[in-house]
């Protein structure tokens, strides 16, 4: 991360074409939508994509430049954090939540980020390449003791799975992703528990942190888990493809 006067570059060298890696951090919204976007390629020439965040959770989306013009579309995310005690949510019958042991699991795992991601609208063609690289580096991050990623198994089959890294302060869930055939069977609340569980163990004094897209299904179920909101930060992509 390099912190300039009113915003800040943050970069993953391993990984150009990960949007939200990439990315301006902006604290003040006094540019035009030309000059934000102008702004982000000054620092990422060679980008396909743009990202930028306003870290300012007093602003109100709709106070934003519209960048409907440059292709932009703007996104409002919620960050949730743990504040009541943790909700009950048992493991569905015939369901085993673990953590992800060896390459025959992280294979399964990206079959069901391609599957998920197909189905948001990501591009077959490059997706797939972009998930193996993310989780090469994700994997990384585990043998280093900063966190684990955790599935839960109908049998042999992944049909859920999510990750979470953490350090003494903060605790965060990564990659929240239900197969379309095992939705709405309590699977999600369940790894949520499972997996907050395991983190406070290692780090009891974490804050357990999580984000869903403001007013959205996952945002009010982990609300009923325990989660209560903390801020909004709003976001406009352009995608890379």
């Known amino acids: 991360m390099e912190w300039f006067d009113d915003y800040a570059v943050q970069t993953t060298p391993t990984e150009p074409d990960f949007w939200r890696g990439n990315q301006l951090i902006l604290q ?8 934000v976007f102008a702004l982000f390629e000054r620092h990422f020439p060679h980008a396909q994509h743009r990202t930028v965040v ?3 959770p007093e602003v109100d989306a709709k106070d934003l430049p519209d960048f409907a013009a440059l292709g932009g579309v703007v996104d409002s995310t919620d960050t949730l954090t743990l504040q009541r005690p ?3 949510a048992p493991t569905p019958d015939g369901m085993v939540i673990r953590q992800i042991a060896d390459d025959a699991d992280w294979m399964q795992v990206l079959d069901v980020m391609d599957e998920v991601g197909i189905e948001e609208g990501y591009p077959a063609g490059t997706h797939r390449p972009f998930l193996v690289k993310r989780n090469r580096n ?3 991050l585990i043998s280093q003791g900063l966190g684990a990623w955790f599935g839960a198994f109908d049998g042999n089959r992944l049909v859920a799975h999510m990750g979470m890294f953490h350090d003494q302060s903060i605790a965060r869930y990564q990659c ?3 197969r379309m055939t095992h939705r709405r069977r309590g699977l999600c609340a ?3 528990r499972h997996v907050a569980l395991w983190v406070l163990g290692r780090a009891p004094e974490a804050t357990v942190t999580i984000v869903a897209e403001a007013d959205s299904a996952a945002g009010r179920l982990y609300r009923r888990m325990g989660f209560d909101h903390a801020e909004t930060i709003h976001c406009v992509a352009k995608p890379g493809y």
């Not at 003040?28 to 000059?35: M, P």
């Open 86 to 88: 943790l909700g009950d």
């Open 176 to 178: 929240v992703e239900t």
């Open 190 to 192: 369940a790894m949520l």
């Open 138 to 140: 994700r994997r990384v």
């Open 28 to 35: 003040t919204n006094t540019r035009s939508a030309n000059d």
């Open 54 to 56: 306003w870290d300012m």
